[in-house]
């Protein structure tokens, strides 16, 4: 049993940008030389999260207009009372996705479905720098 861990970095634009990190993740499993195992994919910070989706402009609209309804930009929240920032809904859409995920990978590849990416999803009310952190244990 080995475990590997990598970084990266993305810009993003905030107000729930959708960046597609997929390669990313393989290129740390690239990196890692392990063939078969289990990367766990993480981005700190309690405003981003992360999922997989078809990455295809129609879902990245339904996925952001689902969000906005779930918990609406313009919603009273209290957390936007205590801190002033104005991102309260931010937290909220981040809570829900979640900030973690594990994929199993085998021959040296992530097991995804043909349709499957695997997203950042920055929920915050302002372009962010956001450090993804990949674990990949296997052997």
Do not use: C
Not at 5 to 24: H, L, M, N, P
Not at 26 to 50: K, M, N
Not at 71 to 98: I, K
Not at 99 to 111: A, C, H, R, V, Y
Request: hydrophobic fraction near 35%; avoid cysteine; charge should be negative.
């Amino acid at each position: 049993m080995a475990v590997y861990t990598a970084s990266f970095t993305i810009e993003t634009r905030g107000e729930t940008d959708i960046v597609d990190v997929t390669d990313y993740v393989e290129d740390a499993l690239t990196r890692s030389g392990l063939t078969d195992g289990t990367a766990t994919v993480f981005v700190g910070g309690s405003t981003a999260g992360l999922m997989t989706v078809e990455f295809e402009s129609g879902l990245l609209q339904d996925l952001r207009d689902t969000f906005e309804r779930m918990a609406p930009r313009n919603g009273y929240y209290a957390h936007n009372e205590r801190w002033g920032d104005g991102n309260g809904y931010a937290h909220v859409r981040a809570s829900m996705a979640g900030q973690d995920m594990s994929i199993p990978f085998s021959g040296k590849k992530l097991i995804l479905g043909t349709w499957q990416q695997i997203i950042l999803v920055d929920f915050d009310n302002r372009p962010r720098r956001r450090e993804i952190t990949v674990q990949v244990v296997g052997e």
